[in-house]
């Protein structure tokens, strides 16, 4: 592939992260802000993927969002998810018996993504909203992920890692992390309470593939104050033994 191609890619690739949950639709010289580009070349792009269906454009904002072709590659990727394919049943039973918020989520870089979820019935419940972003640090599902990685990919995260908080709850020393995700190797499970959204506590269990690797981590989560100690305690044995049955469809074994 020659350099110009790639180049092309990579500010291709730069354009669409541009567009955030919270920021569903930009401006040409917005983009070109966030990217680090030309407004004439972002222009010309976007114009470009707007004829091949990747982008949509207002016609009275002249704000470009995504397009119905990412939604078709998005639903390739469902369809060719086997994580998500085999955690469904498990994540509806799940709802079913504790009446809350199940999520599932996988890592990509150094942050972890919800791939799925079902909200609580409930009235008042966590919200866990699909291809949201969220550090590892903060949250039971990301030290989930710290806490079972392999130790070289660990550090590799923390050498870079700047412990922002996100509530006044959030750990912000690493010392204490560290001693947080040792309690959690040896429990198999992490809880976190007011972490990333200071009203919301969770539960997380990893999900390991056939190779002894955690793949994904499946939540459980709600209001802090229906997360009691004991119910907490009802819920991590009742998570630990559905995402077990989830690694085994995986293919994975313990020694």
């Known amino acids: 592939m ?39 070349t972002v222009g010309r792009m976007m114009a470009y993927m707007k004829e091949k269906g990747i982008l949509n454009q207002d016609p009275d904002t ?4 995504m ?10 990727y469902t369809l060719t998810s086997d994580i998500r394919t085999v ?7 799940l709802q079913e018996q504790t009446r809350e918020t199940i999520s599932l989520y996988v890592l990509e870089g150094n942050e972890r993504v919800c791939v799925e979820r079902f909200e609580s019935p409930e009235t008042v419940r966590i919200v866990a ?27 590799m995260i923390f050498k870079d890692l700047e412990l922002i908080p996100m509530t006044e709850q959030t750990i912000t020393d690493l ?25 919301a506590a969770g539960v997380a269990a990893p999900i390991f593939n056939q190779h002894g690797e955690i793949t994904a981590a499946i939540t459980i989560s709600g209001p802090i104050q229906r997360f009691t100690q004991a ?11 559905e995402s077990k049955q989830i690694s085994f469809e995986l293919g994975y074994y313990p020694r």
């Open 175 to 199: 010392d204490a992390l560290r001693k947080n995700l040792l309690r959690i190797r040896e429990k198999g499970f992490a809880v976190s309470r007011g972490e990333w959204i200071i009203d």
């Open 231 to 241: 119910k907490i305690s009802e819920i991590a044995s009742l998570l630990l033994k």
């Open 62 to 65: 002249q704000t470009y969002m």
């Open 2 to 40: 020659t350099e110009n191609k790639v180049q092309t890619i990579d500010r291709t690739v730069a354009i669409l992260d541009s567009f955030t949950l919270d920021a569903p639709a930009l401006g040409v010289r917005e983009v070109a802000r966030r990217t680090n580009l030309s407004s004439s």
């Open 129 to 155: 909203r699909v291809g949201r972003r969220i550090p590892l640090y903060a949250g039971s599902a990301g030290k989930v992920f710290l806490a079972f990685m392999p130790e070289h990919r660990r550090e």
């Open 87 to 93: 955690a469904l049943p498990v994540m509806v039973h």
């Open 67 to 76: 397009g119905s072709k990412v939604l078709a590659w998005a639903g390739i």
